[in-house]
Nanobody
């Protein structure tokens, strides 16, 4: 059983920063790695960033240069450092385990956390 628990969301003003954490447990060694997705009300769940077990990283164009994904193997934790936040970044952010053929597709992930809310005010 894979468990993914996100934390670190909250309220922040535009231009501010947050760091999200995803603590993972269970059998993740058979997967490619972990990714972050986000979903705003009434919109699709969109890819944000991902990291492989060999520390390759992947980013959506909308967050590239502002967000950084990293991991701490000793703590079984993946982080998403978010800088220069704007109201367009407001969403529920989810951590997920990739098992399919693409880093970017929701259907390539089989286990999901419950999400953490990020709200960016003007």
């Amino acid at each position: 059983q894979v468990q993914l628990v996100e934390s670190g969301g909250g309220l922040v003003q535009a231009g501010g920063s947050l760091r999200l954490s995803c603590v993972h447990s269970g059998r993740t060694f058979s997967a490619y790695g972990l990714g972050w997705f986000r979903q705003a009300p009434g919109k699709e769940r969109d890819f944000v960033a991902a990291i492989s077990w060999s520390d390759s990283t992947y980013y959506s164009d909308s967050v590239k240069g502002r967000f950084t994904i990293s991991r701490d193997n000793a703590k079984n934790t993946v982080y998403l450092q978010m800088n220069s936040l704007s109201p367009e970044d407001t969403a529920v952010y989810y951590c997920a385990r990739r098992v399919g053929s693409s880093w970017y597709r929701v259907l390539s992930y089989d286990s999901w956390g419950r999400g953490t809310q990020v709200t960016v005010s003007s």
